[in-house]
C-alpha cells in the first residue's frame, strides 16, 4: 500500500508498505495524465493498493487554526457572566457598557442607585456597594480570561519559534499544537 498526499499540482508519497521500488517516501509525483509515476499511482488507486489523501495543514496553519479558536473561547467565556454573592451577572457587551454607565452615575452621586435586573431574572437594587463588589469580580473574572488566553498564545508562540528553529520537528510542533487546550479553565 502506497499513500500519497495531493498537494495541489504533485503527489507526495507519505508512506510505502510492500514492495514498490519504483517510490520512494517524499518522492514527489506531479499530477499529469502523461507522468509514468502519476499514472501508476492511479492504477494502484483503482485496484486498492493505493490511496491519496487530502493535503495536511501545515504547522503554521494549524497555528492560525489554534489562535482562532482561543479567540472564540475567550469571547464565549468573557461574554458568560460571573458570580457575586450567589447572584449571576451578565458580562457580555451590553453589560459592560450598563456598568460602565452605572460607573458614570455613582461617581457623580455616590448615593444613586437602580433596578438592576441580574440573570435569571432576578432583580436587585444596585447601589454604591453592590456596584463595588460588581466591579471587583467583574474585572479578575475578565481578567483571568485574558491571562488564560495570553498563557495560550504563549505556548502557540514558543511551539512557532522551536519549529522555525529548527529544534522541534514536524510531528512534534504538530502534537504540541493539539495539545494547547481550546477549553477555558479558570486558573
Not at 499540482?9 to 517510490?23: C, H, R, T, W
Request: glycine content about 4%; overall charge negative.
Amino acid at each position: 500500500m502506497i499513500i500519497c498526499i495531493n498537494n495541489a499540482k504533485i503527489l507526495i508519497v507519505q508512506s510505502i508498505a510492500g514492495d514498490y521500488p519504483e517510490f520512494s517516501v517524499g518522492m514527489s509525483i506531479p499530477i499529469s495524465e502523461g507522468n509514468r509515476h502519476y499514472s501508476a499511482i492511479m492504477e494502484m488507486v483503482a485496484a486498492g493498493t493505493a490511496k491519496i489523501s487530502d493535503p495536511v495543514a501545515s504547522v503554521d496553519d494549524s497555528i492560525s487554526a489554534k489562535s482562532a479558536a482561543l479567540q472564540s473561547e475567550k469571547c464565549r467565556v468573557r461574554d458568560a457572566g460571573f458570580d457575586v454573592d450567589g447572584l449571576h451577572f451578565d458580562s457580555d457587551q451590553a453589560a459592560r457598557t450598563a456598568y460602565l454607565e452605572f460607573a458614570v452615575a455613582v461617581s457623580a452621586d455616590s448615593s444613586y442607585s437602580k433596578n438592576w435586573k441580574a440573570s435569571g431574572n432576578i432583580w436587585v437594587t444596585m447601589n454604591a456597594t453592590l456596584f463595588a463588589k460588581v466591579k471587583a469580580v467583574g474585572e479578575a473574572y475578565i481578567t483571568a480570561v485574558f491571562d488564560w488566553q495570553a498563557a495560550q498564545d504563549a505556548q502557540l508562540a514558543s511551539i512557532k519559534a522551536a519549529f522555525a528553529a529548527g529544534t522541534m520537528s514536524d510531528a512534534d510542533a504538530r502534537a504540541a499544537i493539539a495539545a494547547v487546550s481550546t477549553s477555558y479553565t479558570a486558573a
